[in-house]
């Protein structure tokens, strides 16, 4: 059974930090891209960040680049998504998803992902 699960979110003041964690279980970790997508009450999930199995090349949203940094530990079949001086804006349920493309091909379009997690609530206040 395919699983991408979660972790490390909450509440949090404005400039201040939340590790996300993304462990994945089901499938051959190495052959999958994965990404990090966010979606705010009432609007469209959007694409965040995503890194490559290949050679770890990452995309980040205008938004959060400076300010997040994906990584990832195939070892532990997990992908982090490090997020600092964060905003009110960036409040959003957080959800991994699983890309079967080792080099992240249209790793920022929602539609290209085969496996979804069920999401973590980061909320951040002002």
């Known amino acids: 059974e395919v699983q991408l699960v979660e972790s490390g979110g909450g509440l949090v003041q404005a400039g201040g930090s939340l590790r996300l964690s993304c462990t994945a279980s089901?499938?051959?970790?190495?052959?999958?891209?994965i990404g990090w997508f966010r979606q705010a009450p009432g609007k469209e999930r959007e694409g965040v960040s995503c890194i490559s199995s290949s050679d770890g090349t990452r995309y980040y949203r205008d938004l959060v680049k400076s300010r997040f940094t994906i990584s990832r530990d195939n070892a532990k079949n997990t992908v982090y998504l490090q997020m600092n001086s964060l905003k009110p804006e960036d409040t959003a349920v957080y959800y991994c998803a699983a890309l079967e493309d080792r080099d992240g091909s249209d790793c920022q379009r929602t539609a290209s992902y085969d496996y979804w997690g069920q999401g973590t609530q980061v909320t951040v206040s002002s």
């Open positions: 089901g499938f051959t970790f190495d052959d999958y891209t």
